[in-house]
């Protein structure tokens, strides 16, 4: 190391702020998001592993809550969306979606099998990852979503 020299600031390559490196950029696509076999949990491509382990370990208390029992696969994915929108906005940091069967629908089917795929889709942009919540909270009828910063 003798000789060596600093470089210059101009030379020097700064890596971006953490906020630019979290945010995906206006307009861009939802980041790509790593599912499990059965898609009952997710993480978008630049979270980590543990931070998902802790999500599924409660590691991040749920700061509200959203109950889907007896709507429709409609109204689910609105109030879903919503609900991602105003906490994000909010500030919160981990939310948590109750989910239950769908009533109503010609689709039929239960929520819990649909809400993991508009959570990597339409809302992939502000969820970071999601996965089953623990047994005080819903166990499998319940996810926590963790969110993006606002």
């Known amino acids: ?34 599912l499990s076999e059965d898609g009952s949990r997710g993480r978008a491509a630049d979270v980590s592993r543990k931070t998902a382990r802790e999500l599924a370990a409660g590691a991040f208390p749920p700061r509200a809550t959203l109950d889907l029992h007896r709507l429709t696969l409609e109204a689910a994915r609105d109030r879903v ?9 909010a500030g919160h940091r981990c939310v948590l979606i109750v989910t239950g069967l769908a009533e109503r629908s010609p689709a039929g089917g239960r929520l819990r099998d649909h ?25 499998a009828g319940a996810l926590y979503v963790l969110l993006r910063d606002p």
């Open 1 to 34: 190391m003798s000789g060596a020299e600093p470089l210059s600031n101009r030379e020097r390559v700064r890596p971006p702020a953490a906020a630019e490196a979290v945010r995906p950029a206006a307009g861009s696509p939802p980041p790509a998001f790593s």
């Open 81 to 89: 969306a919503s609900f991602v929108a105003v906490s994000r906005t």
């Open 115 to 139: 809400v993991p795929g508009w959570l990597s889709g339409p809302l992939g942009g502000s969820v970071l990852a999601f996965a089953p919540a623990r047994a005080e909270h819903g166990g």
